[in-house]
């Protein structure tokens, strides 16, 4: 979607490396959040950002760890891959002035 | 807590019938509703949305949405599907600002020729 990317938009990777995906935007929205998709189970939320340095858990952070030290960039690290870390990631922003998100492309993250 | 339920897992219509997703929700305030839609392999594009006033609210793509606190619902209508809806649909309830959604499991919609 305009002005929110994510990268790589595919990856496959080994159990027990660590993994890191990237989302910028160019919206300078103050919110940012990291969903999983999995079958069944809709989007659910692993972390989120509400500002520089401001983050904080969501409902499946075990695992994943996240760091945003510029408006822009809102990175989600996978400490070490797990099978069941198998899944597409969406990456998301919002602002108090437009509520509702706008969603990435997503990366589908696969764990062999 | 908030939590979202879409009963329907998969439906079918028939192209230019009539279409009604279900979503309840559960939300200690007044909600901020939302209904997305996905296409394969792309993100989530929003359809709708309401956050008070007139309970019928109007979207893109011909949507529509209704919001009956009683029933604590939000179901999605569109008088005549065309078959570039097929998609999956989700439903959302969230708050104020900072706004963290939850979703519901979601609706694949499968149009018939």
């Known amino acids: ?112 | 807590a908030q939590s979202v339920t879409q009963p329907d897992i998969h439906i079918t219509v028939s192209e230019g019938a009539s279409l009604e997703l279900r979503c309840n929700y559960s939300y200690g305030a007044t909600p901020y509703l939302f209904w997305y839609v996905q296409s394969p392999g792309q993100g989530l594009q929003l359809l709708l949305k309401y956050f008070s006033g007139d309970t019928l609210v109007q979207g893109i793509k011909g949507f529509e949405a209704e919001f009956k606190r009683s029933q604590s619902s939000f179901n999605l209508r569109k008088p005549s599907v065309h078959w570039s809806d097929a998609a999956e649909y989700f439903c959302a309830v969230g708050g104020n600002a900072g706004n963290m959604l939850t979703f519901g499991g979601g609706t694949r919609l499968m149009v018939k020729p």
């Open chain 1, 1 to 112: 979607d305009a002005g929110i990317t994510q990268s790589p938009r595919h990856k496959v990777t080994e159990t027990g490396t660590p993994v890191t995906l990237r989302c910028h935007q160019t919206e300078n929205h103050r919110y940012m959040y990291w969903y999983r998709q999995d079958p069944g189970h809709g989007l659910r939320l692993i972390h989120y950002s509400y500002g520089v340095k401001d983050t904080d858990k969501g409902e499946v952070s075990d695992g994943y760890s996240v760091s945003r030290s510029k408006t822009e960039d809102f990175l989600l690290t996978l400490e070490s891959a797990t099978s069941s870390q198998t899944s597409v990631y969406f990456c998301a922003i919002s602002n108090e002035l437009n509520y509702g998100y706008t969603f990435g492309s997503g990366t589908r993250l696969t764990v062999v």
